[in-house]
Every structure is written in C-alpha cells, then in structure tokens.
C-alpha cells in the first residue's frame, strides 16, 4: 500500500527523520536526489536508528555502532562501538549477545513534486 509520509522539505540532506505509518516506526534519508525508507529498528536488539549518524550510503546505529546500507538494508558491520566509540572484537561478540549480523528491512519510495510516498 502507497501512503504519503512527509514532505521533501522536511528531510535534510543526511539526516534521519522519523516517521510512522500504519504501525511502522521508519526513517527516512535523503541522499543526494534519493531518498530511502529504512524501519527505524535496529536489528541488534531492536533499538531506534533514526539518530544514527549517516555515511557513505549507510546509516550507523547510535547505540553499538552497526552499520546498514541504506538501499538494501545489508549490514555491513556489526555491533562495533559504544555511543560511538569503537570496541575490540572479542566486546563486540559479548555485546552481540550471540545475536549473528542480520539486515533491516528497506521499503520503496517515490517523490511525487514535493510528496513523499512510501509502499509498506
Ligand atoms: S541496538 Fe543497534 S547495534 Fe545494538
């Protein structure tokens, strides 16, 4: 289903901004002239993303440092700091709580003039 979530000028470029819609907490980033839908739930232990810091296409979970693609929802590195401050690896697999690197879920978004729809 195709819902309208914000208006363009509503995003800056980089930064999250926090929606929801239907029961779905999301966060959506413009990069450039796209803009992604991201659910706003890390998939560590399940904390929100939409402070996360955003580079190079992925957004960086604020709490443990994972990291996800911002199209695909890959992750790309796993539960690699604290507030922001990197750990070592033998941390990193006691703060996994045995979890193993898991994706979050991406949805499709399409910028109708200034509006912004997403298909959850
Ligand atoms: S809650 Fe995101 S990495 Fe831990």
Redesign the pocket.
């Known amino acids: 289903m195709k819902t309208k979530i914000a208006d363009l000028g509503s995003l800056e470029e980089g930064k999250g901004l926090c929606v929801k819609t239907d029961g779905v907490s999301l966060v959506l980033v413009k990069t450039g002239a796209a803009v992604h839908a991201l659910e706003n739930k890390?998939?560590?232990?399940?904390?929100p993303?939409g402070r996360g810091k955003i580079e190079n296409g992925e957004i960086i979970?604020p709490?443990?440092?994972?990291r996800f693609n911002l199209v695909t929802g890959e992750n790309t590195d796993?539960?690699s700091a604290v507030a922001g401050v990197k750990i070592p690896a033998w941390s990193s697999a006691l703060?996994s709580f045995g979890k193993k690197p898991q994706p979050i879920r991406t949805f499709p978004v399409s910028v109708e003039g200034e509006d912004i729809y997403v298909e959850l």
């Open positions: 890390c998939s560590h232990i399940g904390l993303l979970c709490f443990h440092g994972s796993w539960v703060l």
